[in-house]
């Protein structure tokens, strides 16, 4: 499987799933790589970026309005999926507590789940859904790492200076070594670390991703 490569840009949107009822067949020889975060955080810009295709993922205007989750199928491999966003507080109490559900029901279940992409924007620390979400993920016992993105909006020192930041406020709060915790820097729009994460995300299956560009 080492040889194998992964084409990011051979990547079709699969389902899209307002209930577990909807989710596709569980195929344990595609793994499941999951996007997670607050609205607006960039995920669907992320996944345009992973695959190279524009508007693969659509990127609403208005936070919190994708309240489903959607599989993508990439290169008949893996998949990724984009799980409703969290943290949006003009929805109703009532839907937030149904997308939580459905997110719930994805995480928990038995499917092939290799590996959780956290996004975080860079320019803030963790609020208190981001650390709801990581407190689970370690309870479950998923591997995850943290994505960074909105960091075109930083000078490299401010950059730096963020990635330390956070680094050390979740480490600490886990108890845990620095070097176990994995923190993607990325510029979606700019192209920036976008070739280092798909190189990632293939390793986590023990492939490497096919240079296209």
């Known amino acids: 499987m080492a040889d194998k490569e992964i084409n990011f840009r051979q990547t079709r949107l699969l389902a899209t799933c307002a209930k577990a009822g909807q989710f596709p067949a569980f195929d344990p020889a595609k ?5 997670a975060g607050k ?4 995920k669907s810009t992320l996944i345009n970026a992973l695959t190279g295709i524009k508007r693969l993922a659509y990127t609403s205007q208005t936070p919190g309005k994708t309240r489903l989750i959607n599989f993508f199928e990439v290169d008949n491999f893996l998949r990724l999926v984009d799980v409703p966003g969290y943290g949006y507080a003009q929805a109703a109490s009532t839907e937030k507590a149904k997308y939580s559900d459905l997110t719930n029901q994805y995480i928990t279940s038995d499917r092939p789940l290799r590996h959780i992409l956290l996004l975080l924007d860079a320019r803030h620390d963790p609020g208190a859904n ?5 407190d689970w993920l370690q309870a479950l016992g998923h591997g995850w790492s943290i994505v960074l993105t909105k960091t075109d909006k930083l000078s490299r020192q401010q950059l730096l200076l963020r990635q330390r930041e956070i680094r050390n406020i979740i480490v600490s709060r886990y ?4 070097d176990d915790l994995r923190i993607h820097i990325v510029a979606a729009e700019k192209g920036t ?3 280092d994460l798909r190189q990632f995300l293939a390793g986590l299956v023990g492939a490497k991703a096919k240079r296209t560009d």
């Not at 793994?31 to 996007?35: A, C, F, K, M, Q």
């Not at 609205?39 to 960039?42: A, D, Q």
């Not at 981001?130 to 990581?134: A, G, P, S, T």
């Open 31 to 35: 793994p499941e790589i999951v996007l």
């Open 39 to 42: 609205s607006n955080v960039g």
């Open 130 to 134: 981001d650390w709801q979400m990581m």
């Open 175 to 178: 108890s845990g070594d620095e």
């Open 193 to 195: 670390g976008i070739k």
